[in-house]
Every structure is written in C-alpha cells, then in structure tokens.
C-alpha cells in the first residue's frame, strides 16, 4: 500500500473526528490560558518591582535628609533587593509562589528579616499555581490517554479491525500513523501559545527551543505508552483504567511518596524556627553585660577590637554590633537550612528520573530560572549585598566619622546577576 495515500486518508479521517478536534480546541485553549496568566503574572511583577526600586531611592533619600548621625541613618532607611522574573518564567512560576523574590532590608540582624515575606493567597499555597509547566506535565498526558487508549478496542467493538488490518497490508502501520496524527495535533496545539509567548517576550531562542524540545519528547513518551496499552487486547474501559493508573503512579504517588521520604531522611529547620531563635538572642542581648556582645562580635570583626562603649547611655555601635550577634547566634540553624534546602533539592531531581510529569516540570522551572537553585542563588545575593552594607557602616560607626550626607553616593546598591 502507498505510504502517502494511507497518510493523506487517515489525516483525511481524523480532520473528521469532532470528538479529537474538541480536544484539540480545549488544549490550545488552556495552554494559552495557562501562558497568559504566566504572562500576567511576571509583568505584575515586573512592575511592581519597579514601582519599587523607584520608591526605594526616593525614600531613602528623604531619611537621610532628616537624620543626623550614621545609627540613625541606617536604622531608619530602607534598602530594596529583588529577583526579577526571567525571560520564561510566565510559562513556569515554580518557586517564586513560595519563597521570596523581595525584600526591604534594614541594617539590623539580617535572619530576621530574610525569611519574613509577603503573605501568599491560601488557595494558591493549597492547590498550585495553574501554569504551563503543571499544564503540559499533569494534564495533556489525561487528554492523550483519552483520546488514544481506545485506537485498537474501539474498531475491535466495531467489527473492522480484520479488514483495516487487511486493507493495510501490515498490523502496526495504520494504527501508528492513527496514533501519531493525533498525538501530532496535540503537540502542536500545546506549543503554539508558548511560540507565540516566547516571541512576544522576548524569550532566549535556546531557551524557548529547549522547552519545546522538553515537550515534544515528553508527549511523545506519553504518545508511545497509550499505544502499547492500546495493542492490549482488551475492552477500552480495561485499558483507560491501566493508563490512568499508570499516571496516577507516575505523577502522584511517586512524587508524593519521594517527597515524604525526602523530608524524613534530610531534616531541615524551620525558616520560622531561625526568625525566632534570632529575634531572642537579639532581644537578650539589651540585658547582657556590653563586653559579653562586643566580645563575640570581635570574633569576627578583630580589626575593631579597639573600640570601647563610652558611657552609659545608648551607642549605636554596640546596638548593631549585638544585631550582628543575633546573626552569629542562628548562623548554624541558617547554614543547616539552605544545606538541606540544596540536598533535598538534589535527592528531588533524583527521583524525578522515576516519574517523567515532575522531571519535565523541573526541566521547564530551571530553564525558566525558578526552581529551588535560584531561589537559593537569590538569598545569597541578599546575604552578599547586606554585608556590604555593614561594611559601609561600620567604619562610620566604630570611629565616630562625622555625618555627612554626601557620603552616601558611595553606598552599595543591590543589583541582582540575573
């Protein structure tokens, strides 16, 4: 039989077939759904973030004016730090719906501040944020199942198996071709929006062709298992069943059942866990003797060792040498949290090797800049940008250099890498 005329008739059949077309429709449908709210989404953050940083300087700027010693200046001024959204983050949000990607720091204890954020949206935390990246993983593979698990059963119910089998001269031919032309459609349908996304903002071109890459083997996976289902000789209703426990496995119950594994054999302290435990050292500190602090501060700041508190009023040098203590107090919780944060991390990205729907959504929110490493990546930048401010002030404060306003033109600024 013509290879061509047996494409051109089952192209023909399938441009028939209302039931695929729906299907196809509903796709594209809620891939651009999912690829518009991601849209929406990174612009809101984008400009919020530049509302931000706007506001930052002018802020500042209006603090230092109405102070007039560097405690008060720092004490009272604002410093904005931020982790834009990437280029593809609208089609994979990942992390930044659960960890910060904004702060306004002080020069106070810096753990007390760094795991504080904005409250989230409980729904949101609950069931996920609707993406691309949870479309294409989670919910095209059902939309495959259903359209292909009954390619073979239903012609068998139908009587026309022997003879299509026969028309064709060959068993696999006609239902791959059957199979692919639909499978094909659905593929199309689900990168289309993200073509069109990726062009409207910009995207990397390495960037928008891998993801696409990272699809299109990803359905064709999905694609080759229906068919080998299918090949069963069984009812339809048997082989549904079958593939969607099969998704269920390898998108529920092996994520979930890693996930608590993960966190049993990686304990991680709690960010709220740290926040406190710095909050009491820092409050404690206002009843200790002053050389009790300015002793543990000098452990890692000898080149003041110098300074001495004159007087029994308040200094600022010692209050912010005791914030630093407060730091020093909970850096072995802090350094416990982002090592098991990394680990955990790792052991995930080892496990989703055994489930193909949560590899592919960790694939998208890395090429996207939003899985766990960035977030990471984020928090040492304001860990970086926050000593850089205490080593802006300290000189000042320890040697009591006279206020002058003009000095601040030399203040660092926060810059993110990405």
């Known amino acids: 039989m013509n ?40 612009q809101h953050q984008n400009e919020t973030i530049q509302h931000l940083v706007e506001a930052d300087q002018r802020d500042r700027a209006s603090e230092y004016s109405k102070q007039g010693d560097w405690g008060s200046a720092a004490y009272y001024s604002f410093h904005f730090t931020y982790d834009p959204p990437s280029d593809f983050a609208y089609a994979a949000m990942g992390q930044r719906d659960a960890v910060p990607w904004k702060h306004r720091l002080r020069m106070l204890a810096l753990e007390g501040q760094i795991y504080e954020h904005d409250a989230g949206n409980p729904e949101l935390a609950l069931i996920g944020r609707f993406d691309f990246a949870f479309f294409v993983s989670f919910v095209v593979p059902l939309v495959l199942i259903f359209l292909l698990h009954d390619t073979q059963a239903s012609e068998r119910v139908a009587g026309r198996f022997d003879l299509l089998v026969a028309t064709t001269g060959t068993d696999g031919f006609l239902w791959w071709t059957r199979v692919f032309l639909r499978s094909g459609g659905i593929i199309v349908a689900t990168i289309l929006p993200l073509i069109f996304a990726g062009s409207l903002n910009d995207t990397s071109f390495s960037t928008l062709i891998s993801a696409i890459g990272y699809v299109i083997v990803y359905l064709v996976f999905w694609t080759i298992v229906c068919i080998w289902f299918s090949s069963w000789r069984r009812s339809a209703p048997v082989i549904l069943s079958a593939l969607i426990g099969v998704w269920v496995l390898l998108g529920t119950i092996v994520p979930a059942g890693g996930r608590v594994f993960i966190d049993r054999i990686v304990p991680v302290p709690s960010g709220s866990e740290i926040l406190l435990t710095q909050r009491e050292a820092v409050n404690d500190a206002w009843d200790l003797p002053v050389e009790t602090t300015m002793t543990a501060f000098f452990e890692r700041h000898a080149e003041w060792k110098g300074y001495t508190k004159t007087g029994d009023g308040f200094d600022w040098a010692w209050f912010y040498a005791f914030q630093q203590v407060g730091d020093q107090e909970t850096e072995r919780l802090s350094v416990a949290y982002s090592k098991g944060r990394r680990e955990r991390d790792r052991l995930a990205g080892l496990l989703s090797l055994a489930s193909p729907p949560a590899l592919l959504e960790r694939s998208l929110q890395r090429l996207a800049q939003t899985d766990s490493a960035a977030s990471l990546v984020y928090e040492t930048e304001v860990r970086q940008f926050h000593l850089a401010l205490r080593k802006f002030y300290y000189p000042r404060l320890f040697r009591e250099e006279p206020f002058n306003v003009e000095t601040f033109t030399k203040l660092p600024q926060f810059s993110p890498a990405s």
Request: proline share 0%.
């Open 3 to 42: 290879i061509a005329s047996a494409l051109i008739r089952e192209a023909r059949f399938v441009s028939y077939d209302r039931v695929f077309l729906g299907w196809l429709l509903v796709v594209f449908l809620f891939a651009a759904a999912a690829i518009g709210s991601g849209l929406a989404e990174t």
